[in-house]
């Protein structure tokens, strides 16, 4: 007889080849398989006469027999043999549940036992954070702002205005600051001008040391760089760990130099730029980011709950909980300076979000768990495969993949064949989870599911002026329900889901399923028209006329409909604004500089807002002008 906890149980059966057919027509059912509970079989396989439909006069008779077999295929063996996991050394994985049941034998006491867990884990998960989301003071500079690994002093475009007047001040300030863990991963998604280069996928950290030492004193930075990108390429901070201290505003710096050190390759800049920065020797700080430390304490309650727990009513909702909580406030929380805040969103996306977790109790991860003693398997396969999945920004962030878009796919190195083997990956799993469906005799009602999943979708793609993004946490919704049955691929498969949807609604929230084009465009090229530039007039004054040269670009009025003015960025920085209804058609600019080159980006303006900007023309040092290149340029 089963164990009591086992009454709603799948019996113990389970291989296809538990039964065999003879000769004569007499069913065999193996010593191992188990039939399901008060299932009548016999050798003869009876269902019950209907009336044969007037309709099949009209399909061919090998047609039908092709469609009969398909069906009796898909409702799979007679009668159904549900999975049940037969524990490997089964003494060995049920001695936790044996100990606790031995000393806390009654009810209550395991109730209690599981409050003080609780506590326990809270106790020392809070402290740890605290320890880790609140710096103490810097001396003579205050408590560090904490900053997130996108942060930079200087916005894209003209959004700092014209002569960078929004993004002051230049020089002779500085800030205490905080930086997360791993922010040398973070990469720019979308091509980035610097000068006349197209900067992808790659931290955008431009310049670095400029003498052979590579001290803190000599080592600049374009204000534009990621701030904590720049601080682990100067090694100021550490990247594992993150880390506090001091940077400082120098203000106009030229010729940044591209260097190759701590597995950071810079971005070389031969020109010059207003506001740069540079990091204060003596003021980095012994704070860290302890992601690793708190990712200990959650694996060792997650790991003790999942072998001392045999109830899925106490397991799922422990560690969908602990880890929901894990990934936003530590792991992988959203980009926000304010802590706080960050707990408060937390929150508000748990409660939604566990609604969703119930109803995957309910149909998939109860029906899979009840009944299942095989404690560490349990452990290693779903517990780890859950880990796997919510952290996903450390393991399947790591796929050259940022995007499914054929742009991104043919630009990004490596996306192709990632995409060959996930795609592979995926369909063999499909199938191998569709068979062990088939042999619980539930591949029809599966395949009705999906059928609805499908035609949701495509109804969703033929929605006009949005478009379908299936979000990971999407997903795993779709994904879960294959996984109802227990077997040990559906163990590992189930956990890597609801690890994904945990960690896409703890980082990102319940994104929508239709976006528009520009939701999904981002800071990417709008696609809207560029300014025809005649051929520049160009005044190379030589030194004993005690003038500087200068360089004058003109264009055609009427401007396009759309359109009412002109922006030129010089150097990645606005310095001209004209407007059609001031009669503006040409920009003259003077030589900053004789012995640095510059570079010219043209953009039409509607009122403040700034359509795509050309690519860069470059003004060399030797006076010589190199027109730009057709296409659109990026921010």
């Known amino acids: 007889m089963e164990p009591s906890d086992d009454e709603a149980a799948p019996p113990r059966a389970y291989r296809d080849d538990a039964t065999s057919v003879s000769s004569d027509g007499t069913i065999t059912i193996g010593e191992d398989a188990v039939l399901i509970d008060g299932a009548e079989a ?4 009876n269902y019950p006469y209907r009336q044969p439909s007037p309709m099949l006069k009209y399909i061919p008779t090998r047609v039908q027999r092709t469609s009969r077999a398909i069906s009796r295929w898909a409702k799979g063996p007679q009668p159904p043999r549900p999975w049940k996991i037969q524990p490997y050394f089964p003494t060995v994985q049920y001695a936790p549940v044996q100990f606790v049941n031995n000393y806390f034998p009654k009810r209550k006491h395991k109730v209690l036992l599981l409050i003080f867990f609780y506590m326990c884990w809270l106790l020392c998960f809070g402290l740890v954070l605290h320890r880790s989301a609140f710096a103490s003071d810097i001396p003579g500079h205050g408590s560090p702002v904490r900053i997130t690994c996108t942060d930079r002093f200087w916005n894209d475009g003209n959004g700092c205005g014209l002569n ?8 002779n300030s500085t800030m205490a600051f905080r930086c997360p863990a791993n922010c040398k991963r973070v990469e720019v998604v979308n091509p980035h001008a610097v000068g006349d280069q197209e900067v992808n996928y790659r931290s955008l950290v431009i310049g670095g040391p400029t003498n052979k030492e590579k001290d803190l004193e000599h080592t600049f930075y374009r204000g534009d760089s990621f701030i904590c990108g720049a601080a682990i390429h100067a090694g100021f901070i550490s990247n594992q760990d993150g880390g506090c ?9 030229s010729k940044f130099p591209s260097v190759k050190q701590n597995r950071i390759t810079s971005i070389g800049f031969d020109s010059y730029f207003p ?27 997650t790991i003790l709950l999942s072998l001392f727990t045999t109830s899925p009513a106490v397991f799922l909702p422990s560690v969908y909980t602990g880890i929901f909580f894990h990934v936003a406030l530590a792991s992988d929380p959203p980009n926000l300076t304010d802590y706080y805040s960050i707990v408060s969103i937390a929150l508000g996306r748990f409660l939604p979000a566990s609604f969703c977790m119930f109803v995957v109790y309910k149909y998939c991860v109860r029906r899979q ?16 495969g859950c880990w796997i999945g919510a952290l996903n920004n450390y393991t399947f962030d790591r796929i050259p993949i ?17 995409l060959i083997i996930i795609v592979l990956s995926l369909f063999f799993i499909a199938v191998g989870q569709a068979w062990a469906i088939r042999v619980e005799g539930r591949l029809p009602r599966y395949l009705a599911v999906y059928g609805i999943f499908v035609a949701c979708i495509l109804a969703m793609v033929a929605v006009p002026k949005m478009n379908v993004r299936i979000h990971h946490y999407i997903l795993a919704l779709l994904l879960v329900p294959g996984t109802a049955m227990q077997n040990r691929p559906s163990l590992l498969f189930q956990g890597i889901l609801i690890g994904l949807f945990i960690n896409g609604i703890a980082r990102w929230g319940f994104d929508s399923i239709l976006q528009t084009p520009d939701e999904l465009r981002g800071d990417a090229p709008l696609g809207s028209l560029l300014p025809l530039i005649l051929p520049p007039i160009v005044y190379n004054n030589p030194v004993s006329s005690g003038l500087l040269p200068n360089i004058t670009f003109e264009w055609t009025l009427p401007l396009p409909g759309l359109y009412d003015g002109l922006s030129v960025l010089v150097n990645d920085v606005e310095r001209f604004r004209g407007y059609e209804d001031r009669g503006k058609n040409s920009f003259t600019w003077v030589r900053h500089d004789r012995e640095l080159p510059e570079y ?3 953009g039409f303006l509607s009122g403040s807002r700034t359509a795509d900007y050309t690519k860069a023309g470059k003004w060399a040092a030797s006076g010589g002008w190199t027109e730009m290149p057709p296409g659109p340029g990026f921010a």
Do not use: Y
Not at 42 to 45: A, K, N, P, Q
Not at 406 to 416: L, N, R, T
């Open 42 to 45: 016999s050798d003869d396989e």
């Open 164 to 171: 960078g007047n929004l993004c002051r001040p230049f020089e």
């Open 245 to 253: 201290g001091v940077v400082s505003l120098v203000g106009e710096q």
């Open 275 to 301: 506001k740069s920065f540079s990091f204060l020797s003596g003021t980095s700080s012994k704070c860290r980011d302890l992601r690793w430390p708190l990712l200990g304490v959650s694996l060792t309650f």
């Open 369 to 384: 768990q009840l009944g299942l003693h095989a404690q560490f398997e349990k452990t290693i396969l779903w517990l780890g």
């Open 402 to 418: 940022q995007r499914l878009t054929p742009h991104d796919i043919q630009q990004q190195p490596g996306a192709i064949p990632a």
């Open 600 to 602: 010219f980006r043209f």
